[in-house]
């Protein structure tokens, strides 16, 4: 009987011991697996945060080696209509080539296209010199950073005077 006994006795502490193990250590091992899978889940979700973060400097890196072309172009088609500035550029280019400016009207025009992401400035102008100063007005007109689209000239031969008089129609852009 007391080998009956033992056994029986041996037989208890094993299903003891395997039902603690059941109830105690199963919980917490299953709670160790689902914080790993959760460590997993961040440190990939912190890899990509890396990554993103590392595209972002790639592209500010980027963006301040050509800050000086983006400014450039933003010199081109401004973001605001500044009619003191077209008036005041017209003005230097006009007298550089010896030409005299007489008078600026300068108007917004509607622009067809509602897709377009410019508006227009009409600038309608007037001078006085002589022929060759006007081709090189032109010229600075042509070589001049900002966007402007020469429309229409108009030339007449000043009264008492050997200038002609020039009526310039042009358009400029700005962004909407």
């Keep these: ?8 006795i041996g037989a ?17 091992y299953n709670e160790y697996l689902e914080i790993k899978t959760a460590l997993a889940d961040r440190e990939s979700i912190l890899d990509q945060r890396k990554a993103t973060i590392d595209k972002i400097k790639a592209l500010e890196a980027e963006y301040q080696t050509r800050s000086a072309d983006m400014n450039r172009l933003a010199s081109v088609v401004p973001t605001k209509k500044s009619a003191a500035e077209l008036v005041s550029s017209f003005e230097d280019i006009a007298s550089r080539n010896g030409l005299q400016l007489l008078g600026v009207s300068i108007s917004e025009q509607k622009t067809t296209n509602t897709n377009s992401p410019y508006n227009m400035v009409g600038i309608d102008f007037t001078l006085a010199g002589s022929y060759l100063s006007f081709l090189g007005f032109l010229d600075g007109i042509e070589r001049s950073i900002r966007l402007i689209d020469v429309q229409s000239i108009d030339a007449s031969q000043a009264a008492e005077t050997n200038t002609i008089n020039f009526k310039v129609k042009a358009n400029s852009y700005y962004l909407k």
């Excluded at 009987?1 to 029986?8: D, E, R, S, T, V």
């Excluded at 193990?21 to 199963?26: C, E, T």
């Design 1 to 8: 009987m007391q080998n009956n006994a033992k056994l029986y």
């Design 12 to 28: 208890l502490l094993i299903a003891v011991a395997a039902t603690l193990g059941w109830i105690f250590v199963l919980p917490v």
